[in-house]
Antibody, heavy 122, light 106 residues
């Protein structure tokens, strides 16, 4: 059974750093890209970026480029997103999801983690 | 950057057909998919590659995509279908989501 299990909820202060994780199981972790998705309270889904766990190639949404870093450790089948300096506006639920792709350029997120709630408040 | 537009809300009576649209420039030249998100839960894909249903998704969910519009259709809508629905496409090596549509079954 494919599973993506995320780390637990976090409460941080503005300016602090944070790394949250997403551990994959039940499939070959290096075969599929992992994406991160933000959902601010009461709002829609926003794609942050993705990583190829096989070679750690990443690409980011322009909205998140420079503010977050996505990484992966294939030896433990885990992907991460990290912030070096959190802002109150980073308060949101963060999901990791496995990105499926097809030869004719179709892409969709077929398995999702349970979400990690990040609260940034002074 | 590429944009996908959805109506903020759609209402439907139980047993009737609900249609949720997603519009974007030449969206029909890309592949669209749809996610259902119930309150407090992670999203679940209900349609991918325009028209395909993952295993476990009821047959009442169907999709189409042509021109500038993709459509998610729920036939015989049930109370359990009340949720937020998001369309998604792939453009310039990025995932693009629509703003989401709240489906109310009343």
């Amino acid at each position: 059974e494919v599973q993506l299990v995320q780390s637990g909820a976090e409460v941080k202060k503005p300016g602090e750093s944070l790394r949250i994780s997403c551990k994959g199981s039940g499939y070959s972790f290096t075969t599929y890209w992992i994406s991160w998705v933000r959902q601010m309270p009461g709002k829609g889904l926003e794609w942050m970026g993705r990583i190829d766990p096989g070679d750690s190639y990443t690409n980011y949404s322009p909205s998140f480029q420079g503010h977050v870093t996505i990484s992966a450790d294939k030896s433990i089948s885990t992907a991460y997103v990290q912030w070096s300096s959190l802002r109150a506006s980073d308060t949101a639920m963060y999901y990791c999801a496995r990105l499926r792709q097809g030869s004719s350029s179709w892409y969709y997120l077929d398995y999702w983690g349970q979400g990690t709630l990040v609260t940034v408040s002074s | 950057s590429y944009e996908l537009n959805q109506p903020p809300s759609v209402s439907v009576s139980p047993g009737q057909t609900a249609s949720i649209t997603c519009s974007g420039d030449k969206l029909g030249d890309k592949y669209a998919c749809w996610y259902q998100q119930k309150t407090g839960q992670s999203p679940v894909v209900v349609i991918y590659q325009d028209t395909k249903r993952p295993s476990g998704i009821p047959e009442r969910f169907s999709g189409s995509n042509s021109g500038n519009t993709a459509t998610l259709t729920i036939s015989g809508t049930q109370a359990m279908d009340e949720a937020d629905y998001y369309c998604q496409a792939w453009d310039s090596s990025t995932v693009v989501f629509g703003g989401g549509t709240k489906l109310t079954v009343l």
